[in-house]
C-alpha cells in the first residue's frame, strides 16, 4: 500500500478500480495502430498493466508520476506488481505533474486516465484540482486527439465534475465500479469516462 500523509491512497486489497481505469480507457483503442495513452499517476501500476493488456504491440503509454520514489519501489521485481509493466518497451515514466504535460500537449493522446488527487479525494497536494475546472478541462480537450477520452477516478459520485465536462463540450458517462472484483459487498468507486464530441462536418459551400 501507499500512504499519504498518515492516510491509505492506495493499496492492493482494492484495486480493482484501478485496474478498470485501465480496461475502460484503452479496450475501445484496441485496434488502434500506433495508440497514444497519457496515465496520471503510477500508483501500485494496476492502471497501467491494464491498459497495456488492452492496446496493440505498437501503442505508447506514458506514466507521468510526481514522486521518484513511486516508481523505484515499482521497479523492484521483489514485489512482482508494476515491474514488468515499467519494463515493458511500450511504457515510458516521465517524472513530473501530469498537468504540466498535458498543458503543453496538442493532439497528442488518444486517451488520457487520471488517478491523480481529484477534488473528492484530494490526499496528495491540490495542485490538479485546475484539471477538474473549465481551464483544465479545456487543457485536456486540447491535448486529446479528435474523438478522444478522458477517464477520471474518483472514490465516490462527482456530479460537478460531469456537469463541467458537458459544458466543455464532452460526452460524459459515470460507471461505478466495485473496490473488489469478486466480493459481494465492500462498495464502489466511480469512473468518469468523457469523450470529445465529434466535430459538425461542414456543408459543401455552393460556387
Not at 484495486?15 to 503510477?42: D, H, K
Request: glycine share 8%.
Amino acid at each position: 500500500m501507499i500512504w499519504v500523509n498518515g492516510r491509505e491512497l492506495m493499496s492492493s486489497r482494492h484495486a480493482f478500480s484501478e485496474e478498470q481505469l485501465g480496461v475502460l480507457g484503452c479496450q475501445p483503442l484496441r485496434n488502434r495502430r500506433a495508440a497514444r495513452v497519457l496515465i496520471g499517476g503510477l500508483g501500485l501500476g494496476f492502471t497501467l498493466r491494464a491498459a497495456l493488456a488492452n492496446l496493440a504491440a505498437d501503442a505508447r503509454v506514458i506514466v507521468a508520476e510526481l514522486m521518484p520514489q513511486v516508481v523505484e519501489w515499482n521497479r523492484n521485481p521483489a514485489y512482482a506488481l508494476a515491474s514488468a509493466a515499467l519494463a515493458n518497451r511500450r511504457t515510458e515514466v516521465v517524472i513530473g505533474d501530469v498537468a504540466a504535460l498535458i498543458a503543453k500537449s496538442v493532439a497528442r493522446f488518444d486517451a488520457i486516465l487520471l488517478d491523480a488527487d481529484n477534488e473528492t479525494t484530494s490526499m496528495n497536494t491540490a495542485g490538479n484540482s485546475h484539471l477538474y475546472r473549465p481551464a483544465g478541462l479545456a487543457s485536456i480537450a486540447r491535448a486529446l486527439t479528435p474523438e478522444g477520452s478522458v477517464v477520471f477516478w474518483s472514490v465516490g459520485d462527482d456530479p460537478q465534475l460531469v456537469k463541467r465536462l458537458a459544458t466543455a463540450g464532452f460526452v460524459v458517462e459515470s460507471h461505478r465500479v466495485k473496490k473488489h472484483a469478486t466480493a459481494k459487498s465492500g462498495g464502489y468507486h466511480v469512473l468518469v469516462v468523457a469523450k470529445r464530441a465529434a466535430e459538425p462536418r461542414r456543408k459543401a459551400e455552393r460556387r
